[in-house]
């Protein structure tokens, strides 16, 4: 048999006389002959798509199932399809669905509402990942309670954190932590928001957490009320820490720490075995610890590495940057006493962000860091003698 001429998809009163008399099988295969000569027509002209629909329409609903959904597979690779025919495809196109929403150039939002009408969880992380989403279905896919959905948008660089979406995403980061992760990644991110996952966090996104806090105002916490009741001893404080954590008493760090803050043991027990120092940082800093004081803790605190100096001089810098009370309403935001969009407020957004290689800041940071060291080692000599 030979086919009719493609081109322009003419006569189309050709191919519905060999539709009427040729069976189910030469359907198949003028079905599938129809769609590879769109697809390998590259942009068609609004008349050549128009009668396409016409005769598509015409072959799928005659066509065998296996028929139907590899013709549906051919046309999906088209440059350009009308709603009409991307409806065509995602309902004959069945296992291939997703491999066409993440390859499709181009999908309007009817095909897109259709496919998360079903709940699709796969398909719908897909298209969660897409470009250009416009709000109604940016609406429809924050509705969807996955976390395969959350993930996938919590990596689309395309959509703006802003508003309900803000919302929405932050929620997320404190029950998933690889939401948390993806965000921490993001530069468009208030990191800040991510004070509820801070220990699920990777270290360097725990330190980026506390960097969010600098030079910025924050709301009452509530835990000061308890820092202001043991400021006096705040001296202490640091000697106790600065004793268990050089003898490596941790478990008597975890019920000091419980004591003191208020956090659940649980809570502690993670902040007493945290070898980076972020969360240690975040107690002393919360309780006015200076950087002096303060470091002199956390050098027995953190992990005896070649990447120690450097995590040092870090602290160090945050010690000058990051406020007492910033801290404070970090701890509360641990233990759920604070409702942290209101950072997202004007009056509590950063003044100014600071660059970790800031060379002033690391000069400064060092010289606090080497102080810290002889202030320990003259403590040292002295029990040795």
């Known amino acids: ?6 081109l322009g998809f003419q006569p189309y009163e050709t191919f519905q006389l060999l539709i009427e008399t040729g069976g189910v099988d030469r359907t198949n295969t003028l079905l599938i002959a129809a769609c590879d000569a769109y697809a390998r027509r590259g942009r068609p002209t609004v008349p050549e798509m ?5 005769l598509a329409s015409r072959l799928f609903q005659s066509a065998s199932p296996q028929a139907k959904a590899k013709a549906a597979a051919i046309l999906g690779r088209s440059e350009l399809l009308s709603s009409a025919l991307e409806q065509l495809v995602v309902e004959n196109i069945g296992e291939d669905l997703n491999a066409f929403l993440a390859g499709a150039s181009e999908l309007s939002d009817r095909t897109m509402l259709e496919v998360l009408g079903r709940y699709d969880v796969g398909a719908a992380a897909i298209i969660a990942g897409r470009k250009n989403l416009s709000n109604v279905v940016l609406a429809k896919l924050f509705q969807m309670n996955s976390r395969k959905v959350y993930r996938a948008l919590a990596t689309n660089l395309d959509i703006q954190p802003r508003g309900a979406y803000l919302s929405a995403l ?21 990191a800040a928001l991510l004070a509820p996952a801070f220990f ?21 916490a509530p835990i000061s009320r308890t820092i202001e009741q043991l400021s ?3 001296p202490e404080l640091t000697k106790a820490l600065m004793k268990l954590f050089s003898e490596n008493r941790r478990p008597e760090v975890t019920r000091l720490l419980s004591q003191i803050t208020g956090l659940d043991e649980v809570r502690c027990g993670q902040i007493a075995h945290d070898v980076t120092g972020a969360s240690t940082f975040v107690v002393l800093r919360g309780f006015g610890v200076s950087a002096y004081d303060g470091l002199k803790v956390l050098i027995h605190a953190t992990s005896h590495d070649s990447e120690r100096s450097r995590a040092l001089a870090d602290f160090a810098s945050l010690f000058a940057t990051v406020s007492a009370d910033s801290m404070a309403y970090l701890m509360s935001a641990w233990r759920g006493e604070v409702n942290l969009l209101d950072l997202a407020k004007p009056e509590y957004r950063p003044i100014a962000m600071v660059s970790r290689r800031t060379p002033q800041a690391a000069s400064s940071g060092n010289a606090v860091v080497e102080q810290a060291m002889v202030a320990l080692s003259r403590i040292g000599a002295r029990r040795a003698s």
């Open 232 to 234: 006096v001893a705040t």
């Open 1 to 6: 048999m030979v086919l009719p001429a493609m």
């Open 200 to 220: 699920d966090l990777s270290d360097a996104y725990r330190i980026k957490v506390i960097q969010a806090f600098a030079n910025r105002e924050t709301p009452a």
């Open 50 to 54: 128009e009668q396409f629909e016409t």
């Open 170 to 190: 932050a929620r997320s980061a404190q029950m998933d932590h690889v939401v948390a992760e993806s965000l921490g990644e993001r530069k468009d991110f208030d």
